[in-house]
């Protein structure tokens, strides 16, 4: 079973920081883009930024300067979100372009999602 499983999110002033973590596991034969989305209530889930296998990565212009993607490795992706607003509060989820071993075949999987909230 393959899956991707968040970690990090939390309460924050606005102005703080907060890190989250993305672990994907499984029969995994390869992982091409990871990226972030979140969700915030009664809106459209949105893309928060990307990043290729290669390093290649993409904002939303609302978190350009105060959000960075990062890969640890193949299967480890990670969002340091600094001066956090109130706007950022949302769930955000994981995702990822893989290609299990027992399909052989690429398929988009999400993760469930970790709560941040930011206020004061």
């Known amino acids: 079973q393959v899956q991707l499983v968040e970690s990090g999110g939390g309460l924050v002033q606005p102005g703080g920081s907060l890190r989250l973590s993305c672990a994907a596991s499984?029969?995994?034969?390869?992982?091409?883009?990871m990226g972030w989305y979140r969700q915030a209530p009664g809106k459209q889930r949105e893309l928060v930024a990307t990043i290729t296998s290669g390093g290649s990565t993409n904002y939303t212009d609302s978190v350009k300067g105060r959000f960075t993607i990062s890969r640890d490795n193949v299967k480890n992706v990670n969002l340091q979100m600094n001066s956090l607003k109130p706007e950022d509060t949302g769930v955000y989820y994981c995702n990822a372009d893989m290609i299990t071993i027992a399909t052989m075949v690429e398929y988009n999987y999400w993760g469930q999602g970790t709560q941040v909230t930011v206020s004061s």
């Open positions: 499984g029969s995994i034969f390869s992982i091409s883009a």
